[in-house]
C-alpha cells in the first residue's frame, strides 16, 4: 500500500492537512519553533509531571479493602499501554508503507527537521492517547488532562506538516484501544504486585501515604474515655468522702 489514495486534492485527508499547515504562514516564526518543540516532545514530557501529580494523590487514598494498590496499578499501566502501544505500531507501519505528507505533497511546509519514517500510524499520537486513556481509568480529572494533551499533541503534527490527519486519528484510535483493551489483564497482573508493595517496609510509601498520627478515617481524632469518677454527676466522689 502507498500514498496514490491522497494524490487526488479533493481527498479530505489531504485538505484539512493543507489547511491546518498552511496556518504557519500567518503565525510567526516564534510560534513555529514552539509548537515544533512541543509537538515534538514537549507535550510528551509534560504527561511526566502528570503521571506523577497523580501518583501523589493516589498515593493518599485509604488502604482499605486494596483501593490504594488497584489505583496504583491502573496508574502504573498508563506508561506501560504507551510502550505497547508503540510495539504494536510497529507492524502497522511495515505493513501500510505511508510516506509523510511532504513526500508527496509539495505544498505542505514542513516545519519540523529530522522526521523520517512511515506516518501511518502516528506514534506521537499513539503514545500520547495510550497514556490518556489509561489514566483515565486511574483518575478521571488527570485522565482528561492527559487526554487533552494528546489532543494538542495530533494537532501539532498535523500543523508541522509531519501527519495527516487520519495518521493521529489512526493514532488515537489504537492507543485507546491498547490501553483499555488490556487494562482487565493487566490489573489482574498488577494489583496483586501493588499489594505485596504496599506490605513492604521500604516499597510501603510508594503505594500508600501512611496515616497521620492521632487521626482515624479523614483525620477524626479519638476521644479519650471519660474516667469512671467523672460519670454520674460526681458520685463516686461523693462516696469515698462518706469513706
Not at 493518599?60 to 486494596?66: D, H, L, N, S, V
Not at 480529572?141 to 494533551?149: P, Q, S, V
Given at each position: 500500500m502507498n500514498a496514490a489514495i491522497e494524490a487526488s486534492g479533493s481527498n479530505p485527508d489531504v485538505s484539512l492537512l493543507v489547511d491546518v499547515n498552511h496556518l504557519s504562514r500567518s503565525t510567526p516564526n516564534w510560534f513555529?519553533?514552539?509548537?515544533?518543540?512541543?509537538?515534538?516532545?514537549?507535550?510528551?514530557?509534560?504527561?511526566?509531571?502528570?503521571?506523577?501529580?497523580?501518583?501523589?494523590?493516589?498515593?493518599?487514598?485509604?488502604?482499605?479493602?486494596?483501593?490504594?494498590?488497584?489505583?496504583?496499578?491502573?496508574?502504573l499501566w498508563a506508561p506501560l499501554a504507551a510502550s505497547l502501544a508503540l510495539l504494536v505500531n510497529l507492524p502497522i507501519k511495515d505493513f501500510v508503507e505511508r510516506q509523510r505528507p511532504f513526500v508527496d505533497h509539495t505544498e505542505v511546509d514542513v516545519l519540523a527537521d529530522g522526521t523520517s519514517g512511515f506516518s501511518f500510524v502516528s506514534d506521537h499520537a499513539t503514545l500520547a492517547m495510550a497514556v490518556g486513556a489509561a489514566l483515565f481509568v486511574a483518575h478521571r480529572?488527570?485522565?482528561?488532562?492527559?487526554?487533552?494533551?494528546a489532543l494538542l499533541e495530533g494537532a501539532s503534527r498535523v500543523y508541522l506538516g509531519v501527519s495527516y490527519p487520519s495518521d493521529v486519528?489512526?493514532?488515537?484510535?489504537?492507543?485507546?484501544?491498547?490501553?483499555?483493551?488490556?487494562?482487565?489483564?493487566?490489573?489482574?497482573?498488577?494489583?496483586?504486585?501493588?499489594?505485596?508493595?504496599?506490605?513492604?517496609?521500604?516499597?510501603?510509601?510508594?503505594?500508600?501515604?501512611?496515616?497521620?498520627?492521632?487521626?482515624?478515617?479523614?483525620?477524626?481524632?479519638?476521644?479519650?474515655?471519660?474516667?469512671?469518677?467523672?460519670?454520674?454527676?460526681?458520685?463516686?466522689?461523693?462516696?469515698?468522702?462518706?469513706?
Open positions: 513555529d519553533r514552539f509548537v515544533e518543540f512541543a509537538g515534538d516532545r514537549g507535550l510528551l514530557l509534560l504527561l511526566v509531571p502528570l503521571l506523577a501529580a497523580c501518583w501523589w494523590m493516589l498515593r493518599r487514598q485509604p488502604a482499605e479493602r486494596g483501593g490504594a494498590a488497584a489505583s496504583m496499578a491502573a496508574l480529572g488527570f485522565g482528561l488532562a492527559a487526554i487533552g494533551i486519528v489512526g493514532g488515537f484510535a489504537l492507543g485507546t484501544a491498547v490501553a483499555l483493551l488490556f487494562a482487565p489483564a493487566a490489573s489482574a497482573l498488577l494489583t496483586p504486585l501493588m499489594k505485596r508493595a504496599a506490605r513492604s517496609p521500604r516499597l510501603g510509601r510508594l503505594v500508600s501515604a501512611p496515616a497521620a498520627a492521632g487521626a482515624d478515617d479523614g483525620g477524626r481524632l479519638e476521644l479519650p474515655e471519660p474516667r469512671p469518677e467523672m460519670r454520674s454527676g460526681g458520685g463516686s466522689t461523693e462516696r469515698d468522702l462518706a469513706a
